[in-house]
T-cell receptor, first 113, second 113 residues
């Protein structure tokens, strides 16, 4: 069974800190991996998409990496701000499982002023 | 620009009642459309996806069904709701299957009592 796991489940940091969110997956036959942000009671906002041929993607203060061999992806947030507080979800599409996005349960991030 | 709408925003229904949730996309043609459910304490799960009008693929067997009567309209239905159908339902669209970013709607919160 293909699974996506996110650690930690929750994280609280003071404003200004750099932080790393972790995502692991059980199947190296990954097609792509996406990171999303979800605010309470809201839909998902796509942050970054990494294709299987890529190793990282950057957008502003966000940097996502992908290591297929170890089954890991990380989302790095630089100089965190209170507005970054949200739940961050990673989702993988596997090459042999159709078109489903397999989601982790998310990391709930709180950035305190 | 593309936008995705879902309604209703929230819904409270008794067990055994029917369900109809609607999703529409603007600003794109022939999108791939998806229905996901986010249940309490669980990750997002793909329910259905569609590559075109009248074409529906089911990922998980259940008492829900989906239809795509128009190019940019995706409907999730049930004839008789169960308590376990409660959750946050999200519609999404993408240009390509698998390889492209999926863009999510604002979601519908369904509570079955």
């Amino acid at each position: 069974k293909q699974e996506v796991t996110q650690i930690p489940a929750a994280l609280s940091v003071p404003e200004g800190e750099n932080l790393v969110l972790n995502c692991s997956f059980t199947d190296s036959a990954i097609y792509n991996l996406q990171w999303f942000r979800q605010d309470p009671g809201k839909g998902l906002t796509s942050l970054l998409l990494i294709q299987s041929s890529q190793r990282e993607q950057t957008s502003g203060r966000l940097n996502a990496s992908l290591d297929k061999s170890s089954g890991r992806s990380t989302l790095y947030i630089a100089a965190s701000q209170p507005g970054d507080s949200a739940t961050y979800l990673c989702a993988a599409t596997f090459s042999n499982s159709g078109y489903a996005l397999n989601f982790g349960k998310g990391t709930s991030l709180l950035v305190t002023p | 620009s593309q936008t995705i709408h879902q309604w209703p925003v929230t819904l409270v229904q008794p067990v055994g009642s029917p369900l109809s949730l609607e999703c529409t996309v603007e600003g794109t043609s022939n999108p791939n459309l998806y229905w996901y459910r986010q249940a309490a304490g669980r990750g997002l799960q793909l329910l259905f996806y569609s590559v075109g009008i009248g074409q529906i693929s089911s990922e998980v067997p259940q008492n829900l069904s989906a239809s795509r009567p128009q190019d940019r309209q995706f409907i999730l239905s049930s004839k008789k709701l169960l308590l376990s159908d409660s959750g946050f339902y999200l519609c999404a669209w993408s240009v390509g299957l698998g390889e492209d970013t999926q863009y999510f709607g604002p979601g519908t919160r369904l509570t079955v009592l």
